[in-house]
């Protein structure tokens, strides 16, 4: 089963930016999909970002787009979040996730929900 470990969030300004990582443990990393998600204070968990498991296709939630770009290295069993343009309504724990399912459907890819345990997440603060 994998289990992933977060890291890279701390506070920034409005307008500042951030690289998350997500170090993903266990067999079969590269048959997955990987998702990041936020929980905002006070909100439910809510997917920000997918990428397939060829790294090949990714999905950001309407706030993310245009500002975030999700990678992978599948060498390295790690997952990346790179965040620009950061506001204050992107503050929240940050965590990854394995996905049941991935399908590209029109050019679009649609990730499943996530499973598994989650890892303690991490922050991310936008305030100046």
């Known amino acids: 089963q994998l289990q992933f470990a977060e890291s890279g969030g701390g506070l920034v300004q409005p307008g500042g930016s951030l690289r998350l990582s997500c170090a993903a443990s266990?067999?079969?990393?590269?048959?997955?999909?990987i998702g990041w998600f936020r929980q905002a204070p006070g909100k439910e968990r809510e997917e920000v970002s997918c990428?397939?498991?060829?790294?090949?296709?990714?999905s950001y939630a309407d706030s993310a787009k245009g500002r975030f770009t999700i990678s992978r290295d599948n060498a390295k069993n790690a997952v990346y979040l790179h965040m620009n343009s950061l506001k204050p309504e992107d503050t929240g724990l940050y965590y990854c996730?394995?996905?049941?399912?991935?399908?590209?459907?029109?050019?679009?890819?649609?990730?499943?929900?996530?499973?598994?345990?989650w890892g303690q997440g991490t922050q991310v603060t936008v305030s100046s």
């Open positions: 990428i397939s498991s060829s790294g090949s296709s990714r």
């Open positions: 266990g067999n079969a990393f590269n048959y997955y999909g």
């Open positions: 996730a394995a996905v049941l399912s991935e399908s590209v459907i029109g050019g679009i890819l649609r990730c499943g929900s996530a499973f598994g345990d």
